[in-house]
C-alpha cells in the first residue's frame, strides 16, 4: 500500500507561481510513474501531467504544456508539480497519483487516464485570484 500526500497548495494572485509536493509512503513509489490531476468544482478530474518512474519522461496536458514542469527526487519519494504562469482557470482541488508496481504495463512510461492508477493523495486546493 502506497500513501501519497499533497503539500504547497495556497492562494495566488494571476502571474504567480506555486510549487506543489507528493510525499509517499511505500518502498515501491519509486519505481512506478506518478500523475497530477486536477478537479475545478462542478467538473470531473482531469489529467495534468505524469512523470515515469526515473523521471526521464514526462507528459502534460496541453493547458498546462510550458507552464507546469513536473520533476520527481527518488531519494526523498517525492514529486513535484512546479506552476508557473497561474491563471485563475487554474484554481482547482489538486491531486497526485501513484501506480501500483504489479499492476501490469502496456510499456508506457505514463498515464493519463485516471483509471491508469491505483492510489491518490487527498489533495491540495489552489485558488488563483484574478
Known amino acids: 500500500q502506497v500513501q501519497l500526500v499533497e503539500s504547497g497548495g495556497g492562494l495566488v494572485q494571476a502571474g504567480g507561481s506555486l510549487r506543489l509536493s507528493c510525499a509517499a509512503s511505500?518502498?515501491?513509489?519509486?519505481?512506478?510513474?506518478t500523475g497530477w490531476f486536477r478537479q475545478a468544482p462542478g467538473k470531473e478530474r482531469d489529467f495534468v501531467g505524469a512523470?515515469?518512474?526515473?523521471?526521464?519522461?514526462?507528459g502534460y496536458a496541453d493547458s498546462v504544456k510550458g507552464r507546469f514542469t513536473i520533476s520527481r527526487d527518488n531519494a526523498k519519494n517525492t514529486v513535484y508539480l512546479q506552476m508557473n504562469s497561474l491563471t485563475p482557470e487554474d484554481t482547482a482541488v489538486y491531486y497526485c497519483?501513484?501506480?501500483?508496481?504489479?499492476?501490469?504495463?502496456?510499456?508506457?512510461?505514463?498515464?493519463?487516464?485516471?483509471?491508469?492508477?491505483?492510489?491518490w493523495g487527498q489533495g491540495t486546493q489552489v485558488t488563483v485570484s484574478s
Open positions: 512523470i515515469s518512474s526515473n523521471g526521464g519522461n514526462t
Open positions: 511505500g518502498r515501491t513509489f519509486s519505481s512506478v510513474a
Open positions: 497519483a501513484s501506480r501500483r508496481e504489479t499492476r501490469p504495463t502496456d510499456g508506457s512510461s505514463w498515464y493519463y487516464r485516471n483509471y491508469d492508477y491505483d492510489y
